[in-house]
């Protein structure tokens, strides 16, 4: 299992984009954060195995229907195991 901070780039504050990841990411049992950030991109960290990479990658890119991603960066960190059971909203 590794731990990755995902960067979200394009129309994705004030669109719902976070309430949509959440969700989706609930409902495949991902466990993880997402969060607007200061330059106007979100960040996610999630906790994937391999073959979970690529399904989650697709929530990323789907986004909102109001939302439009034009890039996501990625990266696998080495922070400490997320605190939180499910897939968090961070304010």
Do not use: C, H, W
Not at 12 to 37: E, H, I, L, P
Request: a negative charge.
């Amino acid at each position: 299992m590794e731990l990755y901070r995902f960067k979200v780039t394009g129309k994705v504050q004030g669109v719902y984009y976070r309430k949509f990841v959440s969700q989706a990411a609930m409902r495949g049992r991902y466990r993880g954060t997402v969060r607007n950030m200061r330059d106007g991109s979100v960040e996610v960290i999630a906790e994937l195995i391999d073959d979970e990479f690529e399904p989650f990658m697709g929530i990323l890119r789907e986004g909102s229907p109001a939302s439009i991603v034009d890039g996501i960066e990625y990266e696998v960190i080495d922070d400490a195991p997320l605190e939180y059971d499910g897939f968090v909203i961070v304010y």
